[in-house]
């Protein structure tokens, strides 16, 4: 209990309204960012053929409308139900992007890699370095992308993570 001699007796506590209007734009601008990265992919996958990329598009669409329809539902009053749905949603978002990972590792094929790179302009850029360097390059470069993939899985794990626990600290 504090009283007039307490030095925090002036101070604020937190501000449930502020920390409520943050979470709610917080999770619109990440589920909205996801729907409109979703669809932009979704439209370059389908152009390209890819149906890897076509079905990543679409969980980044499903992911970002779950973060909408969730976080209006929020502000109707069920804050503790959504908050703790929309964690779940980020752990399955970064699930989903690291299964695309994964399969991306997968199929990577070494030989059609390094005759990417044999190519103009890239290959021009490659004569800048020495002949040894340039062979070595060539060779690590399918272990390179993959520990790409790999750091890539990770820091979405990171943000994902991050975000969970924000939500499912909301819902206290």
Known sequence: M???T???AGEQGPIPGRSRRAFHVLSLLNGWS???????SLGISAYAGGWAGVIISMA???HGTLEIVL????VAGDLKSCSRRMAFNQ???ATSLSLYFAYQMSVLEP???IASLLESPLYDALLMYPEDLRLKLLDGLPKMLGVFYIVVAAV???FCGGTALYYWSQGR
């Open 34 to 40: 996801l729907v409109v990265v979703g669809t932009l």
């Open 156 to 158: 979405a794990w990171i």
């Open 6 to 8: 307490d030095s925090r």
């Open 71 to 74: 976080s209006k539902r929020s």
């Open 111 to 113: 030989d059609v890699l």
């Open 91 to 93: 752990i399955g978002l």
């Open 60 to 62: 980044l669409i499903l």
């Open 2 to 4: 504090l009283d007039a």
